[in-house]
């Protein structure tokens, strides 16, 4: 099983997660996504090719998305946003062939395991 989990090592849920999955038995892909950014392109498939949303990648709660005024924002300005400011990621990302979400908490993981 193919596992990618977008990781911030200094957020603690995304430990968590990472955690989680490892204890599963499962070495996932990691992407450090401060450190290596998706691009917009790679934000509009993973979207689009995991049952997620754009909304859900955003982290509304981060004082930059509330700043840009997000909150009622369309998915493409979304993405660009996320795109250009990768901190507005939504942390932890998880994706597997069952789907793909936003592990919060991250015991959600292992619906996706």
């Avoid at 990618?4 to 957020?11: E, Q, R």
């Avoid at 990691?30 to 950014?37: G, W």
């Avoid at 909150?71 to 660009?80: K, M, N, P, Q």
Wanted: charged content about 25%.
């Amino acid at each position: 099983m193919t596992v990618t989990i977008y990781h911030n090592p200094k957020c603690s849920t995304s430990r968590s997660t990472l955690q989680l999955i490892r204890d599963a038995g499962v070495d996932p892909l990691v992407i450090d996504y401060l450190k290596t950014p998706p691009s917009r392109a790679d934000l509009a498939k993973l979207a689009a090719t995991r049952g997620l949303s754009a909304r859900d990648l955003l982290r509304a709660k981060e004082p930059l998305a509330k700043e840009m005024k997000l909150a009622g924002a369309s998915d493409d300005a979304i993405l660009d946003a996320i795109a250009a400011h990768p901190i507005l990621l939504n942390r932890p990302i998880v994706t597997t062939p069952k789907g793909g979400k936003a592990t919060r908490p991250p015991e959600t993981v292992k619906d996706l395991l």
